[in-house]
């Protein structure tokens, strides 16, 4: 249905006169990670198969776009208005394969892009344990049998383990007994974890990547070092920016200015912290455009996703959907 109506929106000529009343209203493109196996079937909005953002880049550079930094998305919005077509590509967490599934595009078309990097997982160099486990329990599709000599048989009294059972006895034992869990599972289900650490399956960057990237010109801002924010008080949350910011400082010589919230989760009383940390703009996961009346520590972005078509694409970018949108609204509103 779907597809119908934008179909019939790109033919009577809605996609261009969108995209030309929207003209100011910058967009910012949110990436996350890379699948380098099946992972893009398992979570498809965090990990893309590097082909779709190619092809995504590709439509970027033929529909005329040229993503610019963040930086100068502030600087237009200081200056008191943003200028036409301004679009933004940014790029969530810091998993591994991005090395390799994002950069060529970007540098075929000479595409400026940010990484909001979480760093906990780039000093800890291991696969981030808890979407581990549920993609093994995904993929597996059954429970985990404890074996008598497991790490876990002292700390309960169930033989079979479905993934919350797991979680929830990592989540008492600490992030010490996360790696060898993970061993555990990805032995009984037939997984190894050695190809993972060399194809960076469910992996983060190396440090000596993040300075490598950010030294061939990826910015590289603030995603907290935990990935965790909302959920924080004030006193954790502002732990959390302020070792994020110090690990960048020390991968790029640079200091972050920019946030992304982990989730796209916070709450109000901690855009304070932002302000604090002097940080020029923040972003959240609200699908839409930018507009002027926004709050520069609360902006949207399109969230793109594998299973997103290039016609749906088409029409995020266009501002078709925003229009839908707010037509509807309007509708809701009127009824
Ligand atoms: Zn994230």
Same mark, same amino acid.
């Given at each position: 249905?779907?597809?119908?109506?934008?179909?019939?929106?790109?033919?009577?000529?809605?996609?261009?006169?969108?995209?030309?009343?929207?003209?100011?209203?910058?967009?910012?493109?949110?990436?996350?990670?890379?699948?380098?196996?099946?992972?893009?079937?398992?979570?498809?909005?965090?990990?893309?198969?590097?082909?779709?953002?190619?092809?995504?880049?590709?439509?970027?550079?033929?529909?005329?776009?040229?993503?610019?930094?963040?930086?100068?998305?502030?600087?237009?919005?200081?200056?008191?208005?943003?200028?036409?077509?301004?679009?933004?590509?940014?790029?969530?967490?810091?998993?591994?394969?991005?090395?390799?599934g994002?950069?060529?595009?970007?540098?075929?078309?000479?595409?400026n892009?940010?990484?909001?990097?979480?760093?906990?997982?780039?000093?800890?160099?291991?696969?981030?344990?808890?979407?581990?486990?549920?993609?093994?329990?995904?993929?597996?599709?059954?429970?985990?049998?404890?074996?008598?000599?497991?790490?876990?048989?002292?700390?309960?009294?169930?033989?079979?383990?479905?993934?919350?059972?797991?979680?929830?006895?990592?989540?008492e034992?600490g992030?010490?007994?996360?790696?060898?869990?993970?061993?555990?599972?990805?032995?009984?289900?037939?997984?190894?974890?050695?190809?993972?650490?060399?194809?960076?399956?469910?992996?983060?960057?190396?440090?000596?990547?993040?300075?490598?990237?950010?030294?061939?010109?990826?910015?590289?801002?603030?995603?907290?070092?935990?990935?965790? $924010?909302?959920?924080?008080?004030?006193?954790?949350? *502002?732990?959390e !920016?302020?070792?994020? &910011?110090?690990?960048? #400082?020390?991968? %790029?010589?640079?200091?972050?200015?920019?946030?992304? $919230?982990?989730?796209?989760?916070?709450?109000q009383q *901690?855009?304070? !912290?932002?302000?604090? &940390?002097?940080?020029? #703009?923040?972003? %959240?996961?609200?699908?839409?455009?930018?507009?002027?009346?926004?709050?520069?520590?609360?902006?949207?972005?399109?969230?793109?996703?594998?299973?997103?078509s290039?016609?749906?694409?088409?029409?995020?970018?266009?501002?078709?959907?925003?229009?839908?949108?707010?037509?509807?609204?309007?509708?809701?509103?009127?009824?």
């Amino acid at each position: 249905m779907k597809t119908v109506i934008l179909t019939l929106c790109q033919w009577f000529g809605l996609f261009s006169l969108a995209k030309k009343m929207t003209a100011r209203r910058p967009r910012i493109l949110c990436y996350h990670g890379i699948s380098v196996d099946d992972e893009y079937q398992f979570s498809p909005g965090v990990f893309m198969r590097s082909s779709t953002f190619a092809r995504r880049m590709a439509l970027l550079a033929k529909w005329g776009y040229k993503p610019v930094s963040l930086d100068e998305l502030y600087r237009q919005n200081q200056a008191g208005q943003y200028g036409k077509n301004t679009l933004v590509v940014t790029i969530d967490d810091g998993w591994a394969a991005i090395e390799h599934g994002m950069l060529p595009a970007l540098k075929k078309y000479n595409f400026n892009a940010t990484l909001y990097l979480s760093s906990y997982f780039v000093i800890n160099q291991r696969p981030v344990f808890k979407l581990s486990c549920y993609y093994l329990f995904w993929k597996y599709q059954g429970p985990f049998t404890l074996a008598a000599n497991s790490c876990l048989t002292p700390y309960t009294r169930l033989q079979q383990l479905t993934v919350n059972d797991v979680l929830a006895l990592a989540a008492e034992l600490g992030s010490a007994y996360e790696q060898p869990i993970l061993a555990e599972l990805a032995a009984y289900f037939g997984e190894d974890l050695a190809s993972w650490q060399h194809s960076g399956k469910l992996m983060f960057l190396t440090p000596e990547k993040v300075t490598a990237l950010a030294a061939r010109g990826l910015a590289i801002e603030l995603h907290t070092h935990r990935h965790k $924010f909302s959920e924080l008080n004030l006193t954790d949350a *502002q732990t959390e !920016l302020i070792n994020n &910011q110090r690990y960048i #400082t020390q991968l %790029t010589g640079k200091k972050a200015q920019h946030f992304c $919230f982990p989730r796209g989760e916070y709450q109000q009383q *901690q855009l304070d !912290l932002l302000t604090q &940390q002097q940080l020029k #703009t923040a972003t %959240t996961t609200e699908n839409e455009l930018v507009s002027k009346h926004d709050h520069l520590l609360t902006l949207p972005r399109l969230v793109d996703n594998d299973k997103v078509s290039d016609l749906e694409f088409e029409a995020e970018l266009t501002g078709v959907m925003t229009l839908l949108r707010s037509a509807t609204s309007l509708l809701k509103r009127g009824g």
